[in-house]
């Protein structure tokens, strides 16, 4: 693949993720303003790093491997491309309430429109499947398995945790 497909990859996903913090950001000095409760912040600062260690990764060995993507590097993208509507609907789903953090407001109703309605944490598959198949695209195998075992163990303590979050918060 070219170089300059692999940067301008790792860059748009960047700036994608940057544009989630901002809007994550707003979301949460919103929720905090209305009394919402934070459970989990011991993880989250590595599951931030995790993710930007995956980018990072994902270049690296992106240019380690040289220029030649794959011959299967359209699978991977056609994943990537096609899980992304999912997390859109996911995000666009939750509205203000969406963000980064696990932050409950007590009393508060669970989310349950959207891809809400046929399974919960949807944004998590998306995650897991960008986090295997965007290294992929590029060749970058060892960051795949690495980082998608990484972010499995990290899902299970997210998911285990703000299911807690929400079953004691919100009923």
Known sequence: MNIVLLVVGVMFVGFQRLLELIYSRRNERRLRARGAVERGSGHYPIM???HALWLVSTLIEGLLRGPEPPVWWPLPLAAFLLVQPLRY???FSLGMNWNTRILVLPG???GR???YRYFPHPNYVVVAVEVLTFPLIFGAW???VVFSLLNAALLYVRIRTE???LKDLAG
Request: glycine share 12%; no cysteine.
């Open 113 to 115: 429109s959207g891809p």
């Open 163 to 165: 299911n807690r979050a």
């Open 142 to 144: 060892i960051t795949a």
């Open 48 to 50: 931030v790093a995790v």
């Open 89 to 91: 609907w996911a995000i």
């Open 108 to 110: 508060g109703k669970l």
